[in-house]
């Protein structure tokens, strides 16, 4: 007969009920062989069934009010928009205040608009990236739209960066009112739900190609820099050492070829 | 929202059940799954495809987890008393409910991250895969960690003081 090898991972398998019929059976005569291993299966099966048994009441207990879903969906509902809306203003304007919302570039200040640009991103971040209903317009799943989309308002061609080589997936994007003109906001997030905001316009120099600038503000931090007068930056409450390969990464995709 | 009423309301007794053994304190447990429930409504369409099931847990222990962290932050510890396993245990005649507080007041003592994997498998029926997205760790760690908690597990059962399966493993 030519069998595969019994694993240790079978026997979990096999205690756990997971195993096709026929596997099953093969791990079965097996331990009618081995007895000393089936005493230890059937030592893990009985432990199921005791951890089972101990906890089955829990799920029979009726639902407290609190954990009734009708009314968390319904208490959602009626929180209305504007006080969302209002929450985020406030907790800028209040960041603001306390701790210097103003992106500062960590490099002497002749960076051709590009503080400008990162601090742009900053509020778009403050706004959008808390959001937990909309901060996205439109989604990733209609990426070739966004792209589109965006490319017709900013006049030029925008790639939608990938970042998936470093775990951040792509949400979806909009369009952003800056004191420069529309700006397209890209949102990613990864396995933890931690959000990264991409932004790109043009820069007022059309011409205009910097190297990579750090930019802080708060707990937001970021790199911003221009390639052939399109500007582009990278924000997000991470620090500064882990955006940077992300943005070589960003700056790598989106360059104009 | 109907449609997430409908997949996700059946699903909260397991969640709760998992919370509690997690946590073993009923009113921390709920708050847990209250939270979870909450964060589950707001990202509904921004979930991905794949288990719900194995989504609503990934948010759940994510929340216990922090809070575990939070918990050792500020020093206070787990208890590891018998208090907790005579409120998870109820309904059960007098021999079986000793029995049954006996395998959760071991289970209480497994390291979390194997209390975890055992819950998640043995009573929740999650899958290997599904666990492994859940404890975000790859399918072979998984079933390492599952190994031992069930090794351990049995050692406590069988009366192994703990002390002394330290001293052997750093042996072999």
């Known amino acids: 007969m030519n069998q595969r090898p019994i694993m240790e991972d079978d026997l979990h398998a096999y205690v756990d009920q997971l195993l096709e019929p026929e596997r099953r059976a093969e791990i079965a005569s097996y331990l009618d062989d081995h007895p000393d291993i089936a005493g230890r299966v059937a030592a893990y099966s009985a432990q199921r069934e005791q951890l089972r048994g101990a906890l089955a009441s829990i799920a029979d207990e009726p639902l407290p009010t609190e954990l009734n879903l009708a009314h968390i969906i319904e208490g959602r509902k009626r929180r209305p928009r504007w006080a969302l809306g209002m929450i985020a203003a406030m907790l800028l304007l209040g960041l603001g205040g306390l701790g210097g919302w103003t992106m500062r570039s960590v490099v002497p200040e002749n960076s051709n608009g590009l503080s400008a640009l990162a601090q742009e991103a900053a509020y778009t971040y403050g706004v959008y990236a808390p959001d937990r209903v909309r901060p996205v317009e439109i989604r990733a799943s209609d990426g070739a739209e966004l792209t589109q989309w965006v490319s017709n308002r900013l006049q030029r061609p925008v790639k939608v960066p990938d970042l998936s080589v470093s775990g951040y997936r792509l949400m979806g994007g909009r369009l952003v009112a800056t004191s420069h003109g529309a700006a397209a906001m890209f949102m990613y997030d990864d396995d933890h739900g931690d959000r990264l905001v991409v932004m790109t316009r043009p820069m007022s120099d059309r011409k205009l190609d910097t190297p990579m600038v750090p930019q802080s503000a708060g707990s937001v931090a970021g790199f911003a820099w221009a390639d052939s007068g399109m500007g582009y930056t990278l924000v997000g409450q991470l620090p500064g050492d882990t955006l940077k390969p992300i943005a070589n990464e960003i700056r790598k995709q989106a360059r104009p070829i | ?172």
Not at chain 2, 6 to 11: A, F, S
Not at chain 2, 80 to 107: C, H, M, N, T
Not at chain 2, 120 to 135: C, F, H, I, R
Not at chain 2, 154 to 165: I, R
């Open chain 2, 1 to 172: 929202m109907k449609d997430m009423l409908v997949q996700v309301e059946p699903l909260i007794p397991a969640l709760r059940r998992y919370a509690r053994a997690l946590v073993r304190d009923r009113s921390a447990a709920d708050d847990l799954v209250q939270d979870c429930l909450e964060r589950a409504v707001s990202r509904w369409d921004q979930r991905r495809d794949g288990s719900v099931r194995a989504w609503l847990f990934t948010i759940l222990h994510n929340l216990a987890v922090s809070q575990f962290r939070q918990a050792k932050a500020r020093g206070r510890h787990m208890p590891i008393d018998d208090a907790g396993e005579r409120e998870l245990v109820s309904a059960a005649g007098q021999e079986q409910r000793l029995i049954y507080q006996d395998v959760l007041s071991k289970l209480a003592r497994l390291p979390e991250e194997q209390r975890a994997v055992l819950l998640l498998v043995a009573v929740e029926d999650l899958s290997y895969a599904d666990a492994a997205a859940v404890l975000n760790a790859p399918v072979g760690t998984v079933m390492s960690r599952l190994s031992r908690a069930r090794e351990r597990l049995q050692q406590e059962m069988d009366g192994v003081a703990p002390g002394n399966v330290v001293a052997l493993r750093s042996l072999t």
